[in-house]
């Protein structure tokens, strides 16, 4: 299992999914998974749950479920090529793990420029842990210069199993490894799992990682100590 940790998955909240989080954990716990962060669309999002939603994560979920460690966060979509997000930074802190991601239905990609000073301006987010699928097919950006930026902010660039098997993201991610083994830039190997059964199916990233020969010291999600490690650093110890 290359992955301790699926750390991009949806439930129902979000309405184009299907799993519930007893679910998701589940499908987790039959991996041999650790931990899942549930990170449901945020409400600038076409498919997504009432804000309520994500205030009643800590109080309605609990922190293990089917003996793994469950982790509370949000999908959040950029919305203009400032970088800016549809989510609050008083509710990004209140949660453990915020993903930012380009959707397509709330903001189409602009030009080359736009898209790199897009990405350049989110890595400067200090509520963002994770650059979501930053493959996406039609929104060309400078790779070297924001996955280097990426990297000096400590964002974790996300190598998204869904987008590959589905989105024919795959060469894109071809350069984007590559550009980050160069320059061991952390990433995270994560499924974006809409269903229970693919929770923690990652078998087309770790082909590519192979591949490009890519150390798994970088990716941080291959063991949890050193996820968790991230984890703290940035939002404490969740699990006390």
Same mark, same amino acid.
């Given at each position: 299992?290359? @992955?301790?940790?699926?750390?991009? #998955?949806?439930?129902?909240?979000? #309405? ?15 991996? &041999?998974?650790?931990?899942?962060? %549930? ?18 994560? *800590? ?13 509370? &966060? ?10 800016? %997000?549809?989510?609050? !930074?008083?509710? =990004? ?9 380009? !959707?397509?239905? %709330? ?8 898209? #790199? ?16 699928? =930053?493959?996406?097919? &039609?929104? +060309?950006?400078?790779?070297?210069? =924001?996955?280097?930026?990426? $990297? ?6 996300? @190598? ?19 550009? =980050?083994? $160069?320059?061991? %830039? +952390? ?6 799992? !809409? ?20 150390? $798994?010291?970088? @990716? ?5 100590? *050193? ?6 650093? *940035? ?6």
């Amino acid at each position: 299992m290359l @992955i301790a940790a699926d750390m991009h #998955t949806h439930t129902l909240a979000s #309405t184009h999914a299907f799993s519930t989080v007893k679910e998701m954990a589940e499908g987790a716990a039959e991996k &041999g998974l650790t931990a899942i962060a %549930i990170t449901d669309h945020t409400p600038g999002s076409t498919d997504a749950p009432h804000i309520w939603h994500f205030h009643n994560l *800590r109080k309605a979920v609990p922190r293990n479920l089917m003996g793994v460690k469950i982790i509370y &966060g949000a999908e959040a979509s950029i919305i203009d090529y400032d970088g800016n %997000i549809d989510f609050p !930074h008083d509710e =990004c802190i209140a949660l453990d793990w915020i993903i930012a991601s380009l !959707h397509k239905d %709330i903001l189409e990609p602009g030009t080359f420029e736009q898209n #790199t000073t897009m990405y350049l301006k989110l890595a400067e987010n200090n509520d963002i842990d994770v650059i979501g699928h =930053c493959a996406t097919v &039609g929104c +060309p950006f400078d790779y070297e210069k =924001c996955l280097k930026k990426f $990297k000096e902010y400590g964002k974790l660039v996300e @190598i998204n199993e869904s987008t590959i098997v589905w989105k024919n993201t795959r060469d894109n991610y071809r350069e984007i490894i590559k550009i =980050c083994k $160069k320059y061991d %830039i +952390p990433v995270i190997v994560n499924t974006d799992a !809409h269903f229970y059964g693919l929770v923690g199916e990652v078998t087309e990233s770790e082909k590519l990682i192979e591949e490009l020969d890519f150390p $798994k010291t970088l @990716i941080i999600n291959a063991d949890w100590d *050193r996820l968790y490690s991230y984890i703290q650093s *940035r939002h404490g110890n969740i699990f006390d």
